[in-house]
């Protein structure tokens, strides 16, 4: 087990028994009752068995109908950014550039005493003006203060005058733009790294406790955290990892972006993984592309690893007992994955690949070829439903940049389930809040019906998916033996829901033997947490309830 995941002792030693409600379980899909001993589930089954076991337990606890599922595992999440837009600049609801000007006005007037500002979540596509803030503007609403201002897509930023100034060089880096448009590529990630230099480790903390708290309200009971030197700091991934060891919340399992494999194990990553760039991101025009993008004449993207360098990642992970794993968006980033990790194959032989589970983030333009290897190779694909609902559909950004027929392509889950690829769904927050089952909603209705999946497969990839992301595979179920991550819901009735590709069926038949979850159709008010606990702790509780 690496360092990076938490101990494996149990927060309370107690044996409680929770009856009354409805428990999502394999082991039995009529089960109203379970019983958590030494934070492992030690039982589940009917209201009449729970009866023998009330006089021996530490603690009884009456569900009042309300639905225990497992606890939901984020497999792609950037915390400190989390936290940062939780408490600080949160353009991700502006509507336009003038609304974004506003909230840009108001921050810098409410935080004087910050070295540096921060924040998050402008996507000019979906403004009416189109067009980000320009620098001179951004200028004279902070008052010639330092601001770092990422878009949606974490890919490029806008930033004042006196961040550059921080920065010696940068305007002699790649991605530089002196105008209006953001910084990508290199100068992208200097200003970043300036940035987050500037940012005190008292607000460090700070943010990292706001995300984790804000995960467990949501019924998150593990995160996996995807940090790297072009992403954030070495200071921040252990302070983090430290963090979760040290107090309550979600476990934390670290993902550290390095070709560096030893690197990656001493600050104590299961992986040399996560944001790991093979290319860029669609919004920002930097996903490597096999066709030019649509409204970027002859434009590509960008490449930032090829199939060789992946190939030697791969076998140094492999040999070193690590997982290796990259950020690939674009169809050709992907086919340089893919033939990169065919290569290591061929080295190592395909057994010990596969038994390595390395993974790729994102991963959203494919082919039929590209799936075929994924499975072949054992690849998890770690993917963010929640894209598709922001970004897709016949009017959405997908669309702009690639034209509606590739636009189609996008995140097909439905074609990755039925070549058996094993997916962790996650939200990349805070590109998309964290949001789990907004997440399952998003996967069920996806935007192009033949990518749908059943609500209960989009729920499996959000919790034992991100399990087995990590190498486990006797966890993320509420099965007797297994951790007791869970989260108690309030909700209404139960359903069996599955796609169609014209109208989602329905069938709340006991007989069927499946384990019924909320309705999450469009328009539908969806589960509140009421209660969220890992490895038998409480680690959150609503208040009032």
């Given at each position: 087990?690496?360092?990076?995941?938490?101990?494996?002792?149990?927060?309370?030693?107690?044996?409680?028994?929770?009856?009354?409600?409805?428990?999502?379980?394999?082991?039995?899909?009529?089960?109203?009752a379970?019983?958590?001993?030494?934070?492992?589930?030690?039982?589940?089954?009917?209201?009449?068995?729970?009866?023998?076991?009330?006089?021996?337990?530490?603690?009884?606890?009456?569900?009042?109908g309300?639905?225990?599922?497992?606890?939901?595992?984020?497999?792609?999440?950037h915390?400190?950014?989390?936290?940062?837009?939780?408490?600080?600049?949160?353009?991700?609801?502006?509507?336009?550039?003038?609304?974004?000007?506003?909230?840009?006005?108001?921050?810098?007037?409410?935080?004087?005493?910050?070295?540096?500002?921060?924040?998050?979540?402008?996507?000019?596509?979906?403004?009416?003006?189109r067009?980000?803030?320009?620098?001179?503007?951004l200028?004279?609403?902070?008052?010639?203060?330092?601001?770092?201002?990422?878009?949606?897509?974490?890919?490029?930023?806008?930033?004042?005058?006196?961040?550059?100034?921080?920065?010696?060089?940068?305007?002699?880096?790649?991605?530089?733009?002196?105008?209006?448009?953001?910084?990508?590529g290199?100068?992208?990630?200097?200003?970043?790294?300036?940035?987050?230099?500037?940012?005190?480790p008292?607000?460090?903390?700070?943010a990292?406790?706001?995300?984790?708290?804000?995960?467990?309200?949501?019924?998150?009971?593990t995160?996996?955290?995807?940090?790297g030197?072009?992403?954030?700091?070495?200071?921040?991934?252990?302070?983090?990892?430290?963090?979760?060891?040290?107090?309550?919340?979600?476990?934390?399992?670290?993902?550290?972006a390095?070709?560096?494999?030893?690197?990656?194990?001493?600050?104590?990553?299961l992986?040399?993984?996560?944001?790991?760039?093979?290319?860029?991101?669609?919004?920002?025009?930097?996903?490597?592309?096999?066709?030019?993008?649509?409204?970027?004449?002859g434009?590509?993207g960008?490449?930032?690893?090829?199939?060789?360098?992946?190939?030697?990642?791969?076998?140094?992970?492999?040999e070193?007992?690590?997982?290796?794993?990259?950020?690939?968006?674009?169809?050709?980033?992907?086919t340089?994955?893919?033939?990169?990790?065919?290569?290591?194959?061929?080295?190592?032989?395909?057994?010990?690949?596969?038994?390595?589970?390395?993974?790729?983030?994102?991963?959203?333009?494919?082919?039929?070829?590209?799936?075929?290897?994924?499975?072949?190779l054992?690849?998890?694909?770690?993917?963010?439903?929640?894209?598709?609902?922001?970004?897709?559909?016949?009017?959405?950004?997908?669309?702009?940049?690639?034209?509606?027929?590739?636009?189609?392509?996008?995140n097909?889950?439905?074609?990755?389930?039925?070549?058996?690829?094993?997916?962790?769904?996650?939200?990349?927050?805070?590109?998309?809040?964290?949001?789990?089952?907004?997440?399952?909603?998003?996967?069920?209705?996806?935007?192009?019906p033949?990518?749908?999946?059943?609500?209960?497969?989009?729920?499996?990839?959000?919790?034992?998916?991100?399990?087995?992301?990590?190498?486990?595979?006797?966890?993320?179920?509420?099965?007797?033996g297994?951790?007791?991550?869970?989260?108690?819901?309030?909700?209404?009735?139960?359903?069996?829901?599955?796609?169609?590709d014209?109208?989602?069926?329905w069938?709340?038949?006991?007989?069927?033997?499946?384990?019924?979850?909320?309705?999450l159709s469009?328009?539908?008010?969806?589960?509140v947490?009421?209660?969220?606990?890992?490895?038998g702790?409480?680690?959150?509780?609503?208040?009032?309830?």
């Amino acid at each position: 087990m690496s360092e990076s995941m938490p101990p494996a002792s149990p927060g309370d030693h107690r044996t409680v028994l929770l009856r009354g409600g409805e428990v999502h379980s394999p082991a039995d899909p009529f089960a109203t009752a379970m019983v958590v001993e030494r934070g492992h589930v030690a039982w589940v089954g009917s209201e009449g068995a729970a009866d023998a076991f009330a006089s021996g337990v530490d603690e009884v606890v009456d569900l009042e109908g309300a639905l225990v599922t497992p606890a939901f595992v984020d497999a792609h999440v950037h915390t400190t950014a989390t936290g940062f837009a939780l408490t600080g600049l949160d353009l991700s609801s502006a509507a336009s550039l003038a609304e974004a000007a506003e909230l840009i006005r108001a921050h810098a007037a409410a935080r004087p005493e910050d070295r540096i500002l921060i924040g998050h979540g402008w996507d000019a596509s979906r403004w009416p003006e189109r067009r980000p803030l320009t620098r001179a503007e951004l200028d004279e609403l902070t008052g010639g203060r330092p601001l770092y201002l990422t878009r949606i897509d974490v890919h490029s930023a806008v930033v004042t005058t006196a961040l550059l100034d921080l920065v010696p060089g940068v305007r002699d880096l790649d991605g530089f733009h002196d105008g209006q448009r953001p910084l990508t590529g290199d100068a992208h990630h200097a200003v970043r790294a300036a940035a987050f230099a500037a940012v005190s480790p008292g607000q460090r903390t700070e943010a990292q406790r706001a995300a984790r708290a804000h995960a467990v309200s949501l019924g998150i009971g593990t995160l996996h955290e995807c940090g790297g030197p072009q992403i954030s700091s070495e200071e921040d991934f252990t302070g983090l990892l430290d963090l979760a060891r040290e107090e309550a919340g979600p476990r934390v399992v670290g993902y550290w972006a390095d070709l560096d494999v030893e690197r990656a194990r001493a600050l104590g990553a299961l992986g040399a993984a996560g944001d790991l760039f093979a290319d860029g991101s669609l919004g920002s025009h930097t996903a490597c592309l096999h066709e030019p993008y649509a409204d970027h004449t002859g434009h590509r993207g960008s490449a930032h690893l090829d199939a060789a360098a992946i190939a030697l990642h791969v076998v140094a992970c492999t040999e070193a007992g690590l997982q290796a794993g990259f950020h690939a968006i674009g169809d050709a980033a992907v086919t340089a994955v893919v033939e990169g990790v065919r290569a290591a194959a061929e080295k190592l032989g395909l057994a010990r690949i596969r038994a390595a589970r390395h993974r790729v983030e994102h991963v959203e333009m494919l082919t039929p070829e590209t799936i075929a290897a994924f499975a072949e190779l054992g690849l998890t694909a770690s993917v963010q439903p929640a894209f598709d609902a922001l970004w897709g559909g016949e009017d959405g950004m997908y669309a702009d940049r690639l034209g509606a027929e590739r636009a189609r392509t996008l995140n097909p889950y439905a074609a990755l389930l039925r070549a058996g690829v094993p997916l962790a769904f996650g939200s990349d927050s805070p590109v998309t809040p964290l949001d789990p089952w907004g997440t399952v909603r998003a996967a069920a209705f996806h935007r192009t019906p033949e990518h749908r999946i059943s609500a209960r497969a989009a729920f499996t990839a959000h919790t034992r998916g991100g399990w087995r992301a990590v190498g486990r595979d006797d966890a993320g179920t509420l099965v007797p033996g297994a951790p007791a991550d869970y989260a108690v819901w309030r909700t209404e009735e139960l359903v069996v829901q599955a796609p169609d590709d014209r109208v989602a069926r329905w069938s709340t038949d006991p007989r069927s033997g499946t384990p019924g979850l909320p309705d999450l159709s469009p328009g539908v008010d969806l589960p509140v947490c009421l209660r969220t606990v890992v490895y038998g702790q409480t680690v959150f509780e609503r208040p009032n309830e």
